[in-house]
C-alpha cells in the first residue's frame, strides 16, 4: 500500500513540475530563451519542442496507454532531467539544478513502484522480478 502511495504522490509531482515548466515556456517566451542563452543555448526553435515533450512526457505516464509508450517517456524524463541539471551545474548555477535534481528523485521513485500501482507491469521497473505477468512473458 506504501507502494501505491509513493507511485501516485511521486508521479503527481514529476507531471505538476513538467506541467508548470511547459506552462511557463508558454507564457514568458522571453525570459525562457534568455535563460537558455544564459546556459550557452541560442536555439529558439526548440521551445515549442519543449512545450510539446513536457506535455506529452507526463500524459504518456499517467495515462498509460501502452507501457512501452510509457517506459519511453520515463526513459526520456531521464535524459532530459540529466542534462538539464548538468548544463545547469556547467554554468555554476547550482540554484538553477535544483528542479533537475528534485525531478530526478521523484522520477526514480515513480518508476521504481510503478508495478506496484499499476495493473499493467514494465518489465524494466525494479519490482517486475516479483510480479506473476513478467515472469510468466520471459
Known sequence: MAATYTYWISTALLSALYL???FLYLT??????????????Q????????IVVKILGPAAILTRVSVP????AYAGM???LILSGMAHLG?????GAAPAVIGLALLAA?????????????????AAAAHPA???EH
Not at 517566451?29 to 537558455?36: E, G, L, M, S, Y
Request: no cysteine; proline share 7%.
Open 43 to 50: 536555439a529558439p526553435h526548440l521551445i515549442p519542442l519543449m
Open 28 to 41: 514568458k517566451k522571453d525570459f525562457v530563451q534568455k535563460a537558455q542563452a544564459d546556459l550557452g543555448y
Open 69 to 72: 509508450l510509457s517506459d519511453l
Open 110 to 126: 515513480s518508476f521504481a513502484t510503478q508495478n506496484d500501482a499499476r495493473q499493467a507491469p514494465s518489465p524494466y521497473a525494479l
Open 134 to 136: 513478467i515472469l510468466k
Open 78 to 80: 531521464f535524459y532530459h
Open 91 to 95: 554554468v555554476r548555477s547550482f540554484k
Open 20 to 22: 508548470s515548466s511547459a
